[in-house]
């Protein structure tokens, strides 16, 4: 499986931006997906996944109630929809997959297999 994520750039505290990824591959419609970021000096930290079939998702607390994660299977696309954004949200972002049977849920932070490039979401103040 590939991904493909875009949509970062230079945006205003409080203003929003939309990320996507675009799996490619044999096994990328059956992948539970997530987001990840990794600030300047700091550990890479998990941000937002959704499951397979789109029904489940779950956030870190940082991101609660600003970040939307979905997904168009038609597409094989996720996007994070990223709303009253703040400096701190300034990292690079990454999409991450597994492939998952379609009653399990999230996948569990520590158990993503694929790897995006990144995309450098930067938040001035």
């Known amino acids: 499986v590939q991904l493909q994520a875009s949509g970062g750039g230079l945006v205003q505290a409080g203003g929003s931006l939309r990320l996507s990824c675009a799996a490619s591959g044999r096994t990328a419609s059956r992948c539970a997906m997530g987001w990840f970021r990794q600030a300047p000096g700091q550990e890479r930290e998990f941000v937002a996944g959704i499951s397979r079939s789109g029904g489940m998702t779950n956030y870190a607390d940082s991101v609660k109630g600003r970040f939307t994660i979905s997904r168009n299977n038609a597409k094989n696309t996720v996007y994070l929809q990223m709303n009253s954004l703040k400096p701190q949200d300034t990292a690079v972002y990454y999409c991450?997959?597994?492939?998952?049977?379609?009653?399990?849920?999230?996948?569990?932070?520590?158990?993503?297999?694929?790897w995006g490039q990144g995309t450098l979401v930067t938040v001035s103040s």
């Open positions: 991450a997959g597994k492939e998952t049977i379609l009653s399990v849920g999230v996948v569990a932070e520590h158990d993503y297999v694929y």
